[in-house]
C-alpha cells in the first residue's frame, strides 16, 4: 500500500512502532488497522536520499492491508509491449476478507 | 527508487518496457539511464487499488539506480522506539558507483 504520513503521523509511527498515516482528503491523522483491527507492526523504516519518501516493512495483522479486501493494493499489473488502450491483469488479486464485514 | 510519472512516462514505459518518468521541478520526461546508463528493464508494472500509484518490479542495468551512487535510495533506517530527535542509521549504503563520474 502507499499512504501519506505528516510529521505527527512519522512521529508516532517512531515512537509507537505501528503504522500511522495522515490523510489528506479528510485532513486526519490515521492509524493503520484502527477500524479494521488490521495494524502493521513496523519492522524497519527507511528514507530515501532526498527524504521525501518513506518505506515501510511490516508485519501485517490480519489476512490483509487493502481496503478492497486483498492482501496488498497492488493486485493488478498492466501489460507491457503495447500502444494505445490496455486491460489490467488480475494477479494474487482473491478477497482475503470482506471489506463489508471489517469496515463498518 | 521512487519517481513520478505523468501520462507519457507511463505511456512510453508500457511500449517500450524501459522506466520512463517525469521531473516535476524540471517539468520534463526523462528516461532512467539516459545519462548514466543505468536503464530499468521493467519486468512487472503494477497499479494500485485507486489507480493513483504504480510499482514497477525491474532489472536494473549498471550497479545501482541511485543518484548518490548506492544500489537503493532507501540506504538509511530511522530507529523506532525513540521520541524526540533521532540519528539515521546507514543499511546497504555502500558506494556501487562514482555518481561524479557517471552523471556529467
Redesign the interface.
Known sequence: ??AHMNDEAL?K???S?EAWYYSRSRKALWKKGETSGHVQR?L???????QD???LKVEQQGPGA???G?RS???????????GS?T?EF?DADKVFDPGKVYK
Chains 1, 2 share one sequence.
Open positions: 500500500m502507499v512521529r509511527t517512531i515512537a512502532g513496523v524497519e523504516l527507511r528514507v530515501d536520499c532526498d519518501a518513506l518505506w487493502c481496503h478492497t486483498r493494493c497492488f493486485y493488478r499489473a498492466v501489460p507491457l509491449g503495447k500502444a490496455t489490467l494477479r
